[in-house]
């Protein structure tokens, strides 16, 4: 392609409505935008749901909670119990709370990327802090199918 792919873009498309039509063009652009869209260098849109959400997990400490704002903000909160925690949290802000803790479907370090992708950057996690690493990731996936649920996807 030369410097000026939009004029050839248009020319392809031109010739694609002549020997395929409107229906076949408007596909293929329709696939070629959705792998943009999912391609890994692609820009993500951080995941700022409706309502504040705190994803919860089981760990080592007790229960891990990963709140996330409206504005897209991310705390990391641990108490001994389920009612602790969201009583530590309620102290701020009212979340709704999404309990499923699913397990992770790879590395931690992919489970993370697919985090990424989904919109939402999952915080530091330290050795020592009460809780494992598949803890924090499980708590943050909860918090991505929260969203999803109440987007209605």
Same mark, same amino acid.
């Given at each position: ?6 004029? /050839? ?12 039509? $409107?229906? @076949?063009?408007?596909?293929? $652009? +329709?696939?070629?935008? /959705? ?15 409706? @309502?504040? =959400?705190?994803? @919860?997990?089981?760990?080592? +400490?007790?229960?891990?909670?990963? $709140? ?21 949290? !309620? ?17 931690? !370090? ?8 989904? !919109?939402?950057?999952?915080? !530091? ?6 809780? +494992?690493?598949?803890? =924090?990731?499980?708590?943050?996936? +909860? ?11």
């Amino acid at each position: 392609m030369t410097d000026d792919w939009r004029a /050839e873009l248009a020319d392809a498309v031109a010739r694609g409505l002549e020997i395929e039509g $409107l229906d @076949v063009v408007r596909s293929a $652009l +329709a696939a070629e935008a /959705e792998a943009l869209r999912v391609h890994p260098d692609a820009p993500v849109e951080p995941l700022r749901p409706d @309502v504040p =959400l705190l994803g @919860v997990s089981p760990c080592e +400490a007790g229960y891990l909670g990963v $709140l996330l704002q409206t504005d897209g903000r991310l705390s990391v909160h641990v108490a001994r119990s389920r009612s602790l925690l969201i009583n530590q949290v !309620g102290e701020t802000v009212q979340p709704h709370v999404v309990t499923e803790a699913p397990g992770g479907s790879g590395t931690t !370090g992919e489970d993370r990327e697919s985090l990424r992708r989904s !919109g939402l950057t999952v915080p !530091g996690w330290y050795s020592g802090a009460g809780f +494992a690493e598949s803890e =924090l990731i499980d708590a943050c996936t +909860a918090l991505v199918l929260g969203v999803r649920r109440r987007a209605g996807d």
